[in-house]
């Protein structure tokens, strides 16, 4: 069983930068996939990056590519996500998701990753 805490939301004006930080416990980090997912007031949750379990592969929802950095450090069981030039579009409730590394599908579907963080909030002003 793997708990994934979140940390790192804020309010914060368009234009300015925002780290977020999920740590793991409870399971062998560096067996599994790691995602980050938003969801906006009223609406779905959706796919934001994901990292494969050495990190040598990123994937981006394009609201994300040029402006989010997925990031991880396996001897600290940590996954980042740096965002720049923040808008308003982006406020939302920001999820830290697990998957085994064994698993299949695409990145980008929740319903791959068996593990969920209980989330941070980001609020962006104009």
């Known amino acids: 069983q793997v708990q994934l805490v979140e940390s790192g939301g804020g309010l914060v004006q368009a234009g300015d930068s925002l780290r977020l930080s999920c740590e793991a416990s409870g399971g062998t980090f560096n067996n599994y996939n790691m995602g980050w997912f938003r969801q906006a007031p009223g609406k779905e949750r959706e796919f934001v990056a994901a990292i494969t379990w050495v990190g040598s592969n990123t994937y981006y929802a394009d609201s994300a590519k040029g402006r989010f950095t997925i990031s991880r450090d396996n001897a600290k069981n940590t996954v980042s996500l740096q965002m720049n030039s923040l808008t308003p579009e982006d406020t939302a409730v920001y999820y830290c998701?697990?998957?085994?590394?064994?698993?299949?599908?695409?990145?980008?579907?929740?319903?791959?990753?068996?593990?969920w963080g209980q989330g941070t909030q980001v609020t962006v002003s104009s």
């Open positions: 998701a697990a998957r085994h590394f064994l698993g299949s599908g695409s990145f980008k579907l929740q319903s791959r990753y068996a593990y």
